[in-house]
């Protein structure tokens, strides 16, 4: 059992360039989320999806733009990267909302330079 | 809107002493409580979770926590740590009716000293 796969596992992109982050989850999860870690602001959402098909913006969504177009797949994409963009980025999914676990991908950590 | 406090960036600790890692929520509503755990390198991982009855919820690898809502605390105990459970730990709160995603704390990096 796979549970939740991200790629790449890290990159280095030069300021400008468009980037997509990859994540599939195997669990038939309702819900999915991106987070970003960074040192001393913990984890913080940027976007998430309820279902296949809608998605909504979370703490930080700037600069980031996502699509869930079946319920394995929830790409996160940055249009044109700026340094602060830096940092750990990490999918997670969910059955649904509340009660339910999250369980998160090995994360991709992504520079920005 | 919901929020949680964890009061220690860092707590170093000696292996076999006991520990307690401080959470406060902030809910005008009732809530469900969770504890995650980051080992270095990894994603987070569910701890263990406080969803009602009980108030005293334990995770298999011998951490509790207790939830305590005249004073909107979870903290997270264990009464002697080991080496391996050096990693960051995080406290997270969600709100039942399901309109919103988890909202998690800044973490806590427990460090535990051979």
């Known amino acids: 059992i796979a549970g939740i796969t991200q790629a790449p596992t890290s990159q280095i992109l030069a300021a400008g360039r468009r980037m997509t982050l990859r994540c599939t989850q195997d669990m038939r999860h309702n819900a999915m989320y991106w987070y970003r870690q960074d040192l001393g602001l913990g984890l913080r959402l940027i976007h998430y999806?309820?279902?296949?098909?809608?998605?909504g913006k979370g703490e930080v969504p700037d600069g980031y733009s996502v699509s869930r177009a079946n319920t394995d797949d929830f790409p996160l994409t940055l249009a044109s990267a700026v340094p602060s963009q830096t940092s750990v980025y990490f999918c997670?999914?969910?059955?649904?909302?509340?009660?339910?676990?999250?369980?998160f991908g090995p994360g991709t950590r992504l520079t920005v330079l | 809107a919901q929020s949680v406090t964890q009061l220690d960036s860092q707590v170093p600790v000696f292996e076999e002493a006991p520990v307690e890692l401080r959470c406060n929520y902030s809910?005008?509503?009732?809530?469900?409580l969770f504890w995650y755990v980051q080992y270095p390198n990894q994603g987070l991982q569910l701890l263990l979770k406080?969803?009602?009855?009980?108030?005293l919820v334990e995770s298999i690898n011998g951490f509790e926590a207790e939830f305590n809502k005249s004073q909107t605390s979870f903290h997270l105990r264990k009464p002697s740590v080991h080496i391996s459970d050096t990693a960051e730990y995080f406290c997270?709160?969600?709100?039942?009716?399901?309109?919103?995603?988890?909202?998690f704390g800044k973490g806590t990096r427990l460090s535990v000293i051979a």
């Open positions: 406080y969803l009602s009855g009980s108030t």
């Open positions: 999806s309820n279902t296949a098909g809608t998605t």
């Open positions: 997670a999914s969910s059955d649904g909302w509340g009660t339910d676990t999250q369980y």
């Open positions: 809910s005008s509503v009732s809530v469900y």
């Open positions: 997270a709160v969600s709100d039942p009716s399901g309109n919103t995603p988890l909202v």
